[in-house]
């Protein structure tokens, strides 16, 4: 079977390094590749219907921008990498960023994965930790992380 690698990536300007680097990591260990975008749990709704009394009608237009935005961000990623030759797919799923991350490398049995850094202040980092620290703990496989400057 051929080797996966997981891609994770967001809609940061960060996104086109991570992406190249996969391409290089995919065509050296001759891997396919799973761009793979996350998204807020609470911005992802099944449908209208779910939409309570009380809410505001304008959240539920931004959760399809959500859903939207992640999609084209997957696209685009895919574009390059079957340009860099290299065979990919892709999936936006919703949940936590580094559960998500870790848990999908686990259902692909991906061999590696590959995710950048989003540049928090100390402050942020310290609310939330970083989402690529939470993978590199978790992860089953080892982790890629692109830390070039934005």
């Known amino acids: 079977a051929m080797k ?5 990536i ?11 680097l996969a391409a290089e ?3 050296a260990q001759q891997a396919a ?14 449908g209208p219907y779910e939409i309570e009394a009380g809410e505001d009608p304008a959240d539920f237009g931004y959760a399809q921008d959500e859903q939207n935005a992640a999609a084209t961000v997957v ?8 340009d860099a030759g290299v065979n990919a797919r892709g999936r936006v799923v919703a949940g936590e960023p580094a ?7 686990r259902t692909l049995n991906a061999t590696m994965i590959i995710m950048g850094r989003r540049h928090l202040s100390p402050f942020r980092r310290l609310l939330n930790g970083s989402h690529s620290a939470l993978v590199i703990e978790n992860a089953d496989c080892p982790v890629l992380v692109d830390v070039r400057a934005d």
Request: hydrophobic residues 50%; glycine residues 0%.
């Open 10 to 20: 967001d809609n940061s300007a960060n996104a086109r390094k991570v992406i190249s």
């Open 33 to 46: 590749v799973v761009v793979l975008c996350c998204v807020d749990l609470s911005y992802s709704r099944a």
């Open 4 to 8: 996966t690698l997981l891609v994770a």
């Open 99 to 105: 559960e998500t991350i870790v848990a999908q490398a």
């Open 25 to 27: 990591q995919a065509l």
């Open 75 to 82: 696209r685009q990623a895919l574009a390059k990498l079957k």
